[in-house]
């Protein structure tokens, strides 16, 4: 550790193309989204350990001036911590204080366009520069030094719905990111620009155009307004210079009837060549979705065993209540199960399509069906440990939701779901006084095998949550809920080994980095963000 | 186009003490434009009859969490509601309105059927069956229950008659029986005011807060169940009928 600090010294500000692909050898950094391209939230570092995690206490809190939604992942950068804040500002702070050197914020118009808040999930880094996606769908580019601003590329027009709320990811030379707008009737993109000068290198439109392969699988014009966001960052894997993305629910949500065939490339994994956006290969989880499920999750990278053959694997706990395996240079798919209860599904076909059971998708009266609309898990991310070689993922389960549908054309800018939800958990918010009927539906924190996706362990909570799950080395896995716990469990077999009341909802995940030679574990939940370490 | 229709409503003001705007489109025609803009725009997270779901607030019951007035509802749907997901709606002012007044109509149309019964023989009664020993009323009675004070501006006439002949069709949670027993034996009744994986607060039988580790308990149940007796069979229907109408005078 001693001897990759000092190496670090001179690259120090800088972060190369080559730094990003070697971010695990850095765990006293946490360099992107994810903490590496392959997304496993895993850290090497082991300071903090299941025997002495009783001396963890608090260093810092930095209390966020926006009370909006707070569901930044911060990035951690040689002893100073890149954060955002809602809607769309920049926070550098020091991260063995807590204390901002500088704050950037972006100038939005009054009325932008954002389903569910005006939230942003965090920053990556290039050089010495910064990029942030803003809710007036644009990408800006920030001098890490001083919070100022570099440059600024359109991704798309906001008056149409469109808007970006994940933190960008950094390929190479390149600055990849995608505009959310699912329940607007949006188009979804995900383009790269030049990191140096915000020029646009590729897009890639995901819903074809009449003429491209899969624009049949739209009925009428359905294609133009069909949604398939991105609103999470994706994964890479230099080996095949594959990036891997997952993208949004058909729109309108809950009125198939509008949108007939399969509706591609929505509630999908796309493989896209990084250097050129070209795909490569998909996979749809749920064809001609009709219940909102996004297929939004971290697409984890794991290389793994799978019948005695090491494989490069893609994992992935789909919102839809499956959990699935593919061998990510391919595409093949090589198993799905459910990983909580649902009842749309009488089960995957030998290509892991659905077989869809009668009767459950939405109607004028409602109908009940599991998982819920924010599905058997959703956007916060999961982990995989090489030291456990378990997969973990924050789930919601035994929980319904009543679908309603109803008719309704598009208008630019305005809400087009074309239907409504009811459930007895409460989609994306935490309400101050837990009076919920327990049997609507509990959370837990589950360890899958990987391959096969049975459950190996799990941590019940009274209520659902939205955040992610941090493993390290020292087999300590952190996460945290709605109820405003940040906990940590033993990663092997999932006991309690240390709790702390923080009185917010997390909606992001934890990370670890180090600061002075010492382990810290932050969190954000409620408006504020929280870092602990070892007592000294 | 959006700022010449936002002129027209900024002369008018109420002829009430505050300045606040009054809806200026309140018209049939306004409250049908209402209704198809409040589908198409607000009944995914409101749900379809305004009563709320996981995701939105109940809109009908004439207060609203943050708006008072007419233009504070005109407010929150053109700005949303931060730190919710609330969003900001890009319609035009009168659109605007014309959902706005429709959001009111839905606790007038809630709240719109008449009590029958004779109101001064309800008050009879209402002393008679001893409703105060669990009811809080104009400075009296006891805490156990809901407080009536404003009853009449918050239940519908139904509502009152489901609360009356069967409390526990549609118990609020904060009312429903918890019961546990702590692992030192003792047994704790009360109300179930907040919970979580570790922790349960409640209100016990003897009117203390408390909040109790669950590592503490040896058992404990909840039952989705009113402690209010039902008056099925203890009151006529025309007796029903004048409690209604007395407890609808109380606003």
Known sequence: MKLLLLFSIPLMAQVTPERLLKATAEPHNWLTYHGSYSSTHHSTLSQITRENIGNLELKWVAQMNSLEKFETTPIVVDGVMYLTEAPNNVIALDAATGREFWVYEHKLPDVTYPCCGRVNRGVAIHGDTLYLGTHDAKLIAIDTKTGQKRWEATVADYKKGYALAHAPLVIQDKVIAGTAGGELGIRGVLAAYDAKTGKEIWRFKTIPEPGEKGNETWGGDSWKYGGASIWLTGSYDPETNLTYWGTGNPGPDWNPAKRPGDNLYSDCVIALDASTGQLKWYFQFTPHDEWDWDAVQTPVLVDHEVNGRMRKLLLWANRNGFYYVFDRVTGEFLKGTPFVKQNWAIGLDERGRPIKAQGRGPSATGTVTYPGVQGGTNWFAPSYSPVTKLFYVNTWDDYSSTFFAWDQEYEQGKWYAAGGVKAEVQSASRDRLNRRNPKAGYGATRALNPVTGEKVWEFRTAEVSEAGILTTAANVLFTANREGYMIALDAANGKLLWKKYLGGMAASSPVTWEANGKQHVSIAIGHAMFAFALRD | ?251
């Open chain 2, 1 to 251: 186009m959006v700022r010449v229709l936002f002129l027209v409503p900024l002369g008018l003001y109420a002829q009430h003490s505050d300045t606040s705007l009054v809806n200026p489109f309140q018209s049939p025609d306004d409250r049908a434009r209402g209704a198809v803009f409040f589908r198409s725009q607000c009944a995914s997270c409101h749900g379809a009859d305004g009563k709320g779901s996981g995701q939105g607030p109940n809109l009908t019951l004439g207060t609203f969490r943050h708006a008072n007035s007419d233009e504070g509802l005109f407010k929150v749907i053109t700005k949303g509601v931060p730190g919710t997901t609330m969003p900001g709606f890009s319609m035009n002012g009168r659109e605007i309105w014309q959902i706005a007044g429709f959001i009111r109509g839905l606790n007038l149309s809630r709240m719109a059927e008449q009590a029958k019964g004779n109101a001064a023989a309800g008050e009879a009664l209402f002393q008679s069956q001893n409703c105060l020993a669990c009811h809080w009323l104009k400075g009296a009675g006891a805490s156990r229950g809901l407080s009536l004070a404003s009853i009449g501006s918050r239940l519908s006439v139904g509502e009152m008659r489901t609360a009356l002949l069967e409390p526990s069709a549609d118990v609020a949670p904060e009312y429903w029986h918890w019961q546990g027993k702590l692992k030192t034996g003792e047994t704790i009744k009360g109300q179930r005011l907040n919970e979580d994986t570790f922790s349960i607060q409640v209100l016990d039988s003897t009117g203390r807060l408390r909040g109790i580790d669950k590592s503490d308990l040896a058992e404990q149940s909840l039952e989705r169940k009113s402690s209010m007796p039902s008056f099925q069979g203890r009151l006529t229907e025309a007796q029903i009928g004048d409690l209604v109408s007395y407890l609808t005078t109380l606003k």
